[in-house]
T-cell receptor, first 112, second 114 residues
Framework: DAKTTQPPSMDCAEGRAANLPCNHS???????VYWYRQIHSQGPQYIIH???NNETNEMASLIITEDRKSSTLILPHATLRDTAVYYC?????????????FGAGTILRVKS | DTGVSQDPRHKITKRGQNVTFRCDPI?????LYWYRQTLGQGPEFLTY????????KSRLLSDRFSAERPKGSFSTLEIQRTEQGDSAMYLC????????????FGDGTRLSIL
């Protein structure tokens, strides 16, 4: 699976949009981009995933560049509860499922 | 959808003892994964089940580790002769549908070896 690069940490003001970047310049055509987050002492929480089109759900939006070499996770109105480690993961499609390979992630601190 | 359930949440044991953890996946999810997470690191893959078949094992899964999913529902992870280095959070995840569908994680079992 392709390797991803994320900034080690970011700060965001409460109520503002949090934009978390991820670089995956070696992504292959059958690889999806997944975002998870992990709040202290909890398991990772699935946020969103996409292949090439932008995606939006109740938690966040995922913007994937046209060349698919990078993406941005957007939390539209960050709250203190969004403080967590955010993982960007690229995973190839396999009919019977595939493991996730986690990097170090980005520590997002939302401040009041 | 009650989520992925793991038991126990915490386990403290002496070095050399055997421990067993249980994972109950989201009902009807046919894929089940085990991961291990040490402090300050992201989770690392251990093993994967498709129904009752164990399809992939990581090199991290030494001979002291064994996992089962006997009826394709719940799964157990056993560690024999525990060592200090086994201290970690053990996470279970399940997934259903097509291969691109996301995995959903439980809150893990934290193992501490005295």
């Amino acid at each position: 699976d392709a390797k991803t690069t994320q900034p080690p940490s970011m700060d965001c003001a409460e109520g503002r949009a949090a934009n978390l970047p991820c670089n995956h310049s070696t992504i292959s055509g059958n690889e999806y981009v997944y975002w998870y987050r992990q709040i202290h002492s909890q398991g990772p929480q699935y946020i969103i995933h996409g292949l090439k089109n932008n995606e939006t759900n109740e938690m966040a939006s995922l913007i994937i560049t046209e060349d698919r070499k990078s993406s941005t996770l957007i939390l539209p109105h960050a709250t203190l509860r969004d403080t967590a480690v955010y993982y960007c993961i690229v995973r190839a499609y396999m009919e019977y499922g595939n493991k996730l390979v986690f990097g170090a992630g980005t520590i997002l601190r939302v401040k009041s | 959808d009650t989520g992925v359930s793991q038991d126990p949440r915490h386990k403290i044991t002496k070095r050399g003892q055997n421990v067993t953890f249980r994972c109950d996946p989201i009902s009807e999810h046919n894929r089940l994964y085990w991961y291990r997470q040490t402090l300050g690191q992201g989770p690392e893959f251990l093993t994967y089940f498709q129904n009752e078949a164990q399809l992939e094992k990581s090199r991290l899964l030494s001979d002291r580790f064994s996992a089962e999913r006997p009826k394709g529902s719940f799964s157990t992870l056993e560690i024999q002769r525990t060592e200090q280095g086994d201290s970690a959070m053990y996470l279970c995840a399940s997934g259903g549908g097509g291969g691109n569908q996301p995995q959903h994680f439980g809150d893990g079992t934290r193992l501490s070896i005295l």
